[in-house]
Nanobody, 126 residues
C-alpha cells in the first residue's frame, strides 16, 4: 500500500488549498483515512478523518480548530481522499500527512494507522 500526499504550498492568510491523498494497493473507501499535521518543533496532531460506515456510508471527524474551515471528502473512482482547507491561518502552517487504518484503534490516534504518505508542506503567511 502506498499513499501519496500532494497539494501543499504557500498561501496567504484567508486563502485556500486542497490536499490530495492518492492510494495504491488497496481501496481507500474500505478504510479510515486520516490527515495529520506536524508544525516545526511540535508533535504530530490529528486534523481530520473519514471512516466507512456500513456498506456505503461514511462519517467525518475534525479537530476542533479546523471545524468549519476544513472539509475531508473522498472520490472512490479515483481512490483519493481530499482535504479542502479554507480560511487558512498562519497557525495552520505545518507538514500535512495522510494515513490509513483498519478497524482497530481510534481515528484520532496516529499510532492506530498502518500506512502513511510522505508529508506535503503547507505555509500560510500573515
Amino acid at each position: 500500500v502506498q499513499l501519496q500526499a500532494s497539494g501543499g504550498g504557500l498561501v496567504q492568510e484567508g486563502g485556500s488549498l486542497r490536499l490530495s491523498c492518492s492510494a495504491s494497493g488497496r481501496t481507500s473507501s474500505r478504510y479510515t483515512t486520516g490527515w495529520f499535521r506536524q508544525a516545526p518543533g511540535k508533535e504530530r496532531v490529528f486534523v481530520a478523518a473519514i471512516t466507512r460506515i456500513g456498506w456505503s456510508g461514511y462519517s467525518t471527524y475534525y479537530e476542533d480548530s479546523v471545524k468549519g474551515r476544513f472539509t475531508i471528502s473522498r472520490d472512490n473512482a479515483k481512490n483519493t481522499v481530499y482535504l479542502q482547507m479554507d480560511s487558512l491561518k498562519p497557525e495552520d502552517t505545518a507538514d500535512y500527512y495522510c494515513a490509513q487504518k483498519g478497524d482497530s484503534g481510534t481515528y484520532y490516534d496516529g499510532n492506530s494507522y498502518d500506512y502513511w504518505g510522505q508529508g506535503t508542506q503547507v505555509t500560510v503567511s500573515s
